[in-house]
């Protein structure tokens, strides 16, 4: 049901605080809108969401339906080894998505 997209930046080195951005199209339904024929649309939104980077859990955040469809999620994480960011997510109806990529972290420069 869910598409995701991560953006970390291409070079990364031991140390860096990274930012990444994360999108996940999910139309985050508050249960407020009718569709064409006037019926309510359940409320359907991402209740829980977390990333973990190297088995550390890195950004979570619980979700209510104050959050716009197609949400837009920036945080920070030091850079330590290589390794993979790990994003999972699940919504009302029990849907649940993920979205692994792989970091690769260079050496610091001498």
């Not at 930046?9 to 031991?14: A, L, N």
């Not at 605080?17 to 359940?42: E, F, N, T």
């Not at 859990?57 to 993979?84: D, T």
Request: net charge neutral; aromatic share 10%.
């Amino acid at each position: 049901m869910s598409n995701a997209r991560l953006q970390v930046p291409t070079r990364i080195v031991r140390g860096d605080v990274v930012k990444a951005r994360l999108l996940i199209q999910h139309p985050m339904d508050s249960g407020y809108l009718q569709d064409l024929q006037g019926q309510l649309i359940p409320r359907n939104v991402i209740v829980w969401l977390t990333c973990t980077y190297g088995g550390q859990q890195v950004f979570k955040v619980e979700l209510s339906s104050g959050i716009a469809g197609n949400p837009l999620f920036e945080f920070y994480f030091r850079a330590g080894e290589s390794g993979e960011l790990w994003v999972q997510w699940i919504d009302e109806q029990g849907v649940t998505g993920e979205l692994r990529q792989s970091v690769t972290v260079l050496p610091p420069a001498t």
